[in-house]
């Protein structure tokens, strides 16, 4: 993707075309559980009256969590102009693809941005496990926006996340 071209770079498209098809059958999963949502919102400053609103029960924060504990599938670090920042993300993925198989990744990034995948390889022996990965990115803020995405592939299915550092001007 050219940044002449297309300055939204990553945010023009999302994770890629949808293909409904595939959609039923996509191999691995980021799942992502209430709690996962409710700590982010303590996270945010959500009152308890307002976690009531959202939940519908008597939930209060515990402990607070940050977009970056979120197991969704897309990677994002905001930095400041000029600076270097370096974050890691864990997630973990379900697989529901081929009872064994094995994923290996692919990491693709715009220059002056470093991602590294732990581990690089992901083997499941069922349908239903569950593993942990972790991504750690290194952005430096030269430019307004820094694009790249990492692919699980196990030959059959490829399971695309984003990772895009975006540096605020402030």
């Known amino acids: 993707m050219n940044v002449k071209t297309n300055t939204d770079l990553e945010f023009a498209y999302g994770a890629g075309h949808l293909n409904p098809m595939k959609t039923a059958n996509p191999g691995l999963v980021y799942d992502a559980e209430a709690t996962d949502h409710i700590k982010f919102l303590c996270g945010q400053g959500y009152s ?85 990965f972790t991504v750690i990115a290194t952005a430096a803020g030269n430019e307004l926006m820094l694009s790249g995405s990492l692919v699980w592939d196990d030959g059959v299915f490829q399971v695309r996340s984003l990772i895009v550092a975006y540096a605020s001007q402030t």
């Open 48 to 132: 308890t009256e307002n976690l009531w609103l959202i939940t519908g029960d008597d939930t209060t924060c515990t402990t607070n969590g940050t977009v970056w504990d979120l197991n969704i599938p897309s990677f994002t670090l905001s930095i400041r102009s000029g600076e270097t920042v370096t974050r890691s993300f864990t997630r973990t993925v379900t697989n529901v693809g081929s009872a064994d198989s094995t994923y290996k990744v692919k990491v693709t990034a715009s220059r002056g941005f470093t991602v590294k995948v732990e581990p690089s390889v992901l083997t499941f022996k069922s349908i239903g496990q569950k593993l942990t």
